[in-house]
């Protein structure tokens, strides 16, 4: 084809004039490429596991995130700094929206073809650990390849199913009630305040409905883990073991609770509450302007800034504060039939330990999970946004309980289900206690 | 590039060969001659096998186990009917989204066929510009599946959107219908039916097919224009009818994109708008449990066959083709 190529391609003329021999060395070089191309591949393959034995054979890793153009660019650039300070290894990267991620991780998986390394929230980490999805890290752990010194043991530990390590947590975050600072202000009315009991946050928010007609908060009896919080104030817990830990009784006093407040007026009408309940951050009331506050976790507070001209105020979710905890915002984890475990790891170790990283990343993913880190990071940034949550973080750092054990195996199903059953009480096709029945029974088929 | 030449007669290549076997004999010639139609099919084989056959077939046999797409296929377990007997005896919302679908298709798919023969019957007319409103009309259909589409609608029926300030004109306070488990599905169905297109442009069709000395002849009979609908529209047209029932129908039951996207990928408001694809995806790729998905896709895939049988075998009693065939 170029006229620089040897004779011996398949150019169209001519060719009857020549000796048959380039053409069947063409025919045989072909053959031998058919027949060697996969046994290249095979052999490379094969090949991978011994970056054991030799620390500079080239390594190519899969990773794969969820998030925005944002996150994006931190990731990338914290990647390009572990290529430069280790140039054997080069990342292949995949990312995109939440929505949809963990259709295409399960895909993945299902294809045999998961990525090395892969972001992964509490929803999801029991699911995949229980089926043996993800490398158990605890040896990495003991052996310091892993370093979780600096973490906090609650935080580290939440990553832990089945006595596994099963993920580490990438930051740290947790519940966080966001409130419009400028409607309040506007309106003089005082700001909630952590430690405010349930009762009192009602009266409140009916408070603020009555003078802004703006719904004062957005009932939260749809969300999991408002209610996951106020369970834990009762002594309860959302799972024990392999079990639900409440009662139909325990839901429904949480639903009399909601509806209480619905008839008070002190939440939207239950359409608007519903669209709220959606996890997309660009609908949460409190940025629409359709509601005075939106139930979240505390380090979403700068996208949902990004949507609002609104100043917004951040505190802990109602009732006593040691019933949150240090949450992994999310998590990374190995896959565990990964040819470059170790490298993963390390990975891992880097992204939450060398300062250069941590510092690129910032507070992207929730508070850095190493202690003296997140110090350095606290110090450097200059998103207000950011630095509210990370004041309030710390302050509540101090209140924190033990963190629950990780979501078992069928949460997403629950989720759903709680959904389901507070929306038919919201919109009154159901009673708190028929909607309560309804979701602990639909839980209980769905964790059996 | 062996095919194209035989530079040296003692190595032959396959096109010589082939060249050679044409000329023994015609048996020999219509068998090369399908070797080389096969291996002309072969990517479209390739891609049946691949892409639509082996995939079933091994969705069958997962419907028999505990598939949950992240296990491996060497540990899957074999639960014999387990997944059929939940979805028939102990799973609600299976029969809750069997009824949302049912219902959607029983509503949705006669009124689109009624608003596109109606339209179709419209600008089956000689006006001036009636092309430009063939496309108009024709034009949502286009957009069919798009989730643009679904986007602009949940935004159109929102609680303070379009509709409501197009009512609020009028004095009626509207409602947040696609919010309002009592209307979401609804709202869903209009949109179905605002998607005409594709049917009435086959009506089209099939109204440019009925000779004219028909309705001449019935003019000169006495028949009016009602009377030649149904006497002489309807009976012509009922070949194009049933095939576009059949049709509609088919995607009635399949209707996904719209019910995903106003509900974002829950169902909700309350399940109201829980269609049986829909139900099908959440509990494949969110709960996990693709075996038991794969069960309700081949139960689905059956009743969409028998429904299909069922058209079939009425059909004959309605369906008139010009020939005078009774088929």
Same mark, same amino acid.
């Given at each position: 084809?170029?006229?620089? $190529?040897?004779?011996?391609?398949?150019?169209?003329?001519?060719?009857?004039?020549?000796? #048959?021999?380039?053409?069947?060395?063409?025919l045989?070089?072909?053959?031998?490429?058919?027949?060697?191309?996969?046994?290249?591949? *095979?052999?490379?393959?094969?090949?991978?596991?011994?970056?054991?034995?030799?620390?500079?054979? #080239?390594?190519?890793?899969?990773?794969?995130?969820?998030?925005?153009?944002?996150?994006?660019?931190? $990731?990338?650039?914290?990647?390009?700094?572990y290529?430069?300070?280790?140039?054997?290894?080069?990342?292949?990267?995949?990312?995109? %929206?939440?929505?949809?991620?963990?259709?295409?991780? %399960?895909?993945?998986?299902?294809?045999?073809?998961?990525?090395?390394?892969?972001?992964?929230?509490?929803?999801?980490?029991?699911?995949?650990a229980?089926?043996?999805?993800?490398?158990?890290?605890?040896?990495?752990?003991?052996?310091?390849?892993?370093? $979780?010194?600096?973490? #906090?043991?609650?935080?580290?530990?939440?990553?832990? /199913?089945?006595?596994?390590?099963?993920?580490?947590?990438?930051?740290?975050n947790?519940?966080?009630?966001?409130?419009?600072?400028?409607?309040?202000?506007?309106?003089?009315?005082? =700001?909630?305040?952590?430690?405010?009991?349930?009762?009192?946050?009602?009266?409140?928010?009916?408070?603020?409905?009555?003078? $802004?007609k703006?719904?004062?908060?957005?009932?939260?009896?749809?969300?999991y883990?408002?209610?996951?919080?106020?369970?834990?104030?009762? *002594?309860?817990?959302?799972?024990?073991?392999?079990?639900?830990?409440?009662?139909?009784?325990?839901?429904?006093?949480?639903?009399?609770?909601?509806?209480?407040?619905?008839?008070?007026? %002190?939440?939207?009408t239950?359409?608007?509450?519903?669209?709220?309940?959606s996890?997309?951050?660009?609908?949460q009331?409190?940025?629409?302007?359709?509601?005075?506050?939106?139930?979240v976790?505390?380090?979403?507070?700068?996208?949902?800034?990004?949507?609002?001209?609104?100043?917004?105020? /951040?505190?802990?979710?109602?009732?006593?504060p040691?019933?949150?905890? %240090?949450?992994?915002?999310?998590?990374?984890?190995?896959?565990?039939?990964?040819?470059?475990?170790?490298?993963?790891?390390?990975?891992?170790?880097?992204?939450?330990?060398?300062?250069?990283?941590?510092?690129?990343?910032?507070?992207?993913?929730?508070?850095?999970?190493?202690?003296?880190?997140?110090?350095?990071?606290?110090?450097?940034?200059?998103?207000?946004?950011?630095?509210?949550?990370?004041a309030?973080?710390?302050?509540?750092?101090?209140?924190?309980? =033990?963190?629950?054990?990780?979501?078992?195996?069928?949460?997403?199903?629950?989720?759903? =289900?709680?959904?389901?059953?507070?929306?038919?009480?919201?919109?009154?096709?159901?009673t #708190?206690?028929?909607?309560?029945?309804?979701?602990?029974?639909?839980?209980t088929?769905?964790?059996? | 590039?062996?095919?194209?030449?035989? !530079?040296?007669?003692?190595?032959?290549? !396959?096109?010589?060969?082939?060249?050679?076997?044409?000329?023994?004999?015609?048996?020999r010639?219509?068998?090369?001659?399908?070797?080389?139609?096969?291996?002309?099919?072969?990517?479209?084989?390739?891609?049946?096998?691949?892409?639509?056959?082996?995939?079933?077939?091994l969705?069958?046999?997962?419907?028999?186990?505990n598939?949950?797409?992240?296990? !491996?296929?060497?540990?899957?377990?074999?639960?014999?009917?387990?997944?059929?007997?939940?979805?028939?005896?102990?799973?609600p919302?299976?029969?809750?989204?069997?009824?949302?679908?049912?219902?959607?298709?029983?509503?949705?798919?006669?009124?689109?066929?009624?608003?596109?023969?109606?339209?179709?019957?419209?600008?089956?007319?000689?006006?001036?510009?009636?092309?430009?409103?063939?496309?108009?009309?024709?034009?949502?259909?286009?957009?069919?599946?798009?989730?643009?589409?679904?986007?602009?609608?949940?935004?159109?029926?929102?609680?303070?959107?379009?509709f409501?300030?197009?009512?609020?004109?009028?004095?009626?306070?509207?409602?947040?219908?696609?919010?309002?488990p009592?209307?979401?599905?609804?709202?869903?169905?209009?949109?179905?039916?605002?998607?005409?297109?594709? !049917?009435?442009?086959?009506?089209?069709?099939?109204?440019?097919?009925v000779?004219?000395?028909?309705?001449?002849?019935?003019?000169?009979?006495?028949?009016?224009?009602?009377?030649?609908?149904?006497?002489?529209?309807?009976?012509?047209?009922?070949?194009?009818?049933?095939?576009?029932?059949?049709?509609?129908?088919i995607?009635?039951?399949?209707?996904?994109?719209?019910?995903?996207?106003?509900?974002?990928?829950?169902?909700?408001?309350?399940?109201s708008t829980?269609?049986?694809?829909?139900?099908?995806?959440?509990?494949?790729?969110?709960?996990?449990?693709?075996?038991?998905?794969?069960?309700?896709?081949?139960?689905?895939?059956?009743?969409?066959?028998?429904i299909?049988?069922?058209?079939?075998?009425?059909?004959?009693?309605?369906?008139?083709?010009?020939?005078?065939?009774?088929?």
């Amino acid at each position: 084809m170029h006229p620089a $190529t040897p004779p011996t391609t398949d150019a169209p003329d001519g060719r009857a004039h020549r000796t #048959p021999l380039p053409r069947r060395r063409l025919l045989r070089g072909l053959l031998a490429v058919t027949v060697a191309a996969p046994l290249m591949f *095979g052999a490379a393959a094969c090949g991978d596991d011994g970056t054991a034995a030799d620390p500079n054979a #080239p390594v190519k890793l899969s990773i794969f995130w969820w998030g925005g153009d944002a996150r994006a660019k931190l $990731t990338e650039d914290a990647l390009a700094l572990y290529t430069k300070k280790h140039p054997n290894v080069t990342f292949e990267k995949t990312w995109q %929206a939440n929505q949809g991620y963990f259709d295409k991780l %399960a895909t993945l998986t299902a294809g045999g073809n998961p990525p090395d390394l892969f972001q992964i929230d509490d929803n999801y980490l029991a699911e995949y650990a229980a089926r043996n999805t993800t490398l158990d890290l605890t040896s990495y752990q003991e052996s310091g390849k892993l370093d $979780t010194s600096k973490f #906090p043991k609650s935080l580290w530990q939440y990553g832990v /199913v089945d006595g596994k390590l099963a993920g580490l947590a990438a930051g740290e975050n947790t519940q966080g009630l966001v409130y419009n600072k400028t409607l309040l202000t506007k309106h003089n009315l005082p =700001e909630p305040t952590t430690g405010m009991s349930w009762e009192e946050h009602i009266a409140w928010a009916e408070q603020v409905t009555a003078k $802004t007609k703006v719904p004062g908060t957005q009932d939260p009896s749809a969300d999991y883990k408002a209610l996951w919080v106020w369970l834990r104030q009762q *002594g309860k817990d959302l799972y024990r073991g392999k079990e639900l830990g409440f009662t139909a009784e325990d839901v429904t006093r949480w639903f009399e609770l909601w509806k209480g407040a619905r008839d008070r007026k %002190a939440t939207p009408t239950a359409d608007v509450i519903h669209e709220g309940n959606s996890s997309d951050v660009t609908k949460q009331l409190v940025v629409t302007g359709k509601s005075a506050t939106s139930w979240v976790w505390a380090n979403q507070m700068p996208d949902l800034k990004k949507n609002t001209k609104d100043e917004l105020g /951040v505190i802990a979710y109602p009732g006593d504060p040691s019933a949150q905890w %240090a949450r992994a915002s999310m998590y990374w984890s190995v896959f565990k039939g990964s040819k470059h475990k170790d490298v993963a790891v390390d990975v891992i170790n880097f992204l939450n330990n060398d300062v250069e990283a941590v510092k690129l990343l910032g507070t992207d993913r929730g508070l850095p999970s190493n202690l003296d880190l997140r110090r350095v990071v606290s110090d450097d940034t200059t998103d207000p946004a950011m630095k509210q949550s990370i004041a309030v973080e710390a302050e509540l750092t101090q209140k924190f309980g =033990e963190s629950p054990q990780v979501p078992i195996k069928g949460h997403s199903k629950v989720k759903s =289900e709680l959904i389901k059953a507070a929306e038919n009480a919201q919109y009154g096709r159901a009673t #708190p206690a028929e909607a309560a029945t309804q979701f602990v029974e639909a839980c209980t088929s769905a964790i059996a | 590039m062996a095919l194209t030449t035989a !530079p040296d007669p003692t190595r032959r290549g !396959p096109g010589s060969a082939r060249a050679h076997a044409s000329r023994r004999g015609p048996g020999r010639f219509r068998h090369s001659e399908g070797l080389a139609g096969y291996v002309f099919l072969s990517p479209w084989l390739i891609g049946l096998m691949g892409v639509t056959a082996v995939p079933m077939l091994l969705s069958l046999y997962l419907s028999f186990t505990n598939y949950d797409i992240l296990t !491996p296929f060497s540990e899957v377990q074999w639960v014999g009917l387990a997944n059929y007997e939940r979805m028939f005896t102990a799973d609600p919302s299976y029969w809750h989204a069997v009824r949302v679908t049912v219902t959607f298709a029983l509503i949705a798919v006669p009124l689109k066929l009624a608003a596109a023969l109606g339209v179709a019957l419209l600008l089956n007319r000689a006006w001036r510009g009636v092309g430009l409103f063939r496309g108009l009309f024709y034009l949502p259909s286009l957009l069919g599946g798009s989730v643009a589409l679904a986007i602009v609608w949940v935004n159109m029926f929102n609680r303070d959107g379009a509709f409501n300030s197009l009512l609020s004109l009028f004095g009626i306070t509207g409602k947040p219908w696609v919010n309002d488990p009592d209307w979401a599905l609804e709202t869903l169905m209009v949109l179905a039916i605002w998607q005409f297109g594709a !049917p009435m442009v086959i009506f089209l069709a099939g109204l440019k097919q009925v000779p004219t000395e028909l309705y001449e002849a019935a003019s000169v009979d006495g028949a009016g224009r009602l009377r030649q609908f149904r006497n002489v529209t309807l009976p012509m047209l009922s070949p194009v009818i049933f095939f576009n029932l059949v049709l509609e129908t088919i995607n009635g039951f399949q209707g996904f994109t719209a019910a995903f996207v106003l509900s974002n990928g829950t169902g909700g408001p309350v399940d109201s708008t829980l269609m049986y694809t829909l139900n099908l995806y959440i509990t494949g790729f969110t709960d996990l449990e693709m075996g038991y998905a794969s069960a309700m896709a081949w139960v689905f895939l059956l009743a969409i066959a028998v429904i299909t049988a069922v058209f079939f075998s009425t059909g004959r009693f309605w369906v008139h083709y010009s020939d005078g065939e009774e088929r």
